[in-house]
């Protein structure tokens, strides 16, 4: 159980494009989604948090018009990455939460890489 | 704010033997989190400590919480290849947001 699916795994893509990540619960209703960031050799950071049907909340230095972050249903969330440059290369990793006592459960991650 | 220090930062042993991961917060913990990565992978859950004293084992691995609730150990016995991989520790320090230690990275030579 607690089966969380993130896709895309892998995205290379031109600088200026903006690009979608989802992150969805398979088999549980997630309350609360996070969106974190990794960077290579490090722990991971951060970014948002998102509650189905309200707007997210983001960590200090992140800025919420380049990463788009959407919750609209309790199984999915998606963050979008605004007209992406080379600095936004890296490890995009989402979890999800359900209600009550209970751990985030993470997706496989995402690897962008801008060129 | 609260931090998390893990040690060792990484680790190579021989497979068979046990070793050991320690966590260590600042603060009170709410809910200590124990995850496994692999390299350019998500985390997989292994265990969720929340009570002074507790402990959990699953298969190989042991995890405990100590009475105070600021240091938490992870415990694998007769470690495999399979074992590899970086261990997590993630705190809860009392909102629903987890920080994480910096990762101990262990190497199980076969």
């Known amino acids: 159980g607690a089966v969380v699916s993130q896709h895309p795994s892998r995205v290379i893509c031109k600088s200026g494009t903006s690009v979608k990540i989802e992150c969805r619960s398979l088999d549980f209703q997630a309350t609360t989604m996070f969106w974190y960031r990794q960077f290579p050799k490090q722990s991971l950071m951060l970014m948002a948090t998102s509650n189905e049907g309200s707007k997210a909340t983001y960590e200090q230095g992140v800025e919420k018009d380049k990463f788009l972050i959407n919750h609209a249903s309790l199984t999915l969330s998606t963050l979008t990455v605004t007209s992406a440059h080379p600095e936004d290369s890296s490890f995009y990793i989402c979890?999800?939460?359900?209600?009550?006592?209970?751990?985030?459960?993470f997706g496989d991650g995402t690897r962008l890489s801008i060129l | 704010s609260q931090e998390l220090e893990q040690s060792p930062q990484s680790l190579i042993v021989q497979e068979g033997k046990n070793l050991t991961i320690n966590c260590t917060s600042s603060?009170?913990?709410?809910?200590l989190y124990w995850y496994k990565q692999k390299y350019g992978e998500g985390l997989i859950f292994l265990m969720m400590l929340q009570k002074g004293g507790e402990e959990k084992s699953h298969e190989k691995i042991t995890a405990k919480l100590d009475e105070k609730k600021q240091q938490s150990s992870l415990h694998i016995t007769a470690s495999q290849p399979s074992h590899a991989g970086i261990y997590l520790c993630?705190?809860?320090?009392?909102?629903?947001?987890?920080?994480f230690g910096t990762g101990t990275r262990l190497k199980v030579l076969a």
């Open positions: 603060k009170t913990l709410y809910g």
């Open positions: 979890s999800a939460k359900q209600e009550g006592n209970q751990p985030q459960h």
């Open positions: 993630g705190a809860d320090p009392g909102t629903y947001k987890y920080i």
